[in-house]
């Protein structure tokens, strides 16, 4: 088990499935059974990126904190990360989006886990300040 935070680009791309110019998580700051924390620095030449990183973009960077949470956790276990989907957005509300140069910091927390689908509440701040919260359903592929 690696030591936290995890910088290294290539333990963060055998924990998600995504790859550039798609990638929307950078490091893995902390890791628990039931909790994630992560980050993505805002910069040019990334998907859903222009002066800010868009809705979708926003939207993007919260389910592959999701999907590293399950990546990691299959990471330590020596095991394949498995694909998953967004199987639904509730309650997501957007206070602001984060500019080029900033650093957005995500918090998942797991509210249910069973059969390979996951509920988790999450919030999206920048300097400390709340910038996107609600809850995504996510579910893996079969």
Do not use: W
């Amino acid at each position: 088990m690696n030591n936290l935070p995890i910088t290294s680009n290539e333990i963060i791309l055998k924990c998600i499935p995504q790859r550039n110019p798609i990638v929307m998580v950078d490091y893995l700051l902390e890791y628990s059974q039931d909790t994630l924390t992560a980050n993505h620095f805002v910069t040019e030449n990334r998907l859903f990126t222009t002066d800010i990183l868009t809705e979708p973009g926003l939207i993007e960077h919260m389910a592959q904190c999701v999907a590293l949470h399950t990546g990691y956790g299959c990471y330590i276990k020596n095991i394949p990360a498995p694909v998953g989907y967004i199987g639904s957005i509730s309650n997501l509300t957007i206070y602001r989006l984060p500019k080029l140069g900033e650093c957005v910091q995500s918090e998942i927390t797991i509210l249910q886990e069973f059969s390979g689908i996951t509920l988790v509440e999450i919030q999206s701040k920048v300097d400390g300040i709340l910038i996107a919260s609600g809850q995504m359903k996510t579910v893996i592929a079969q």
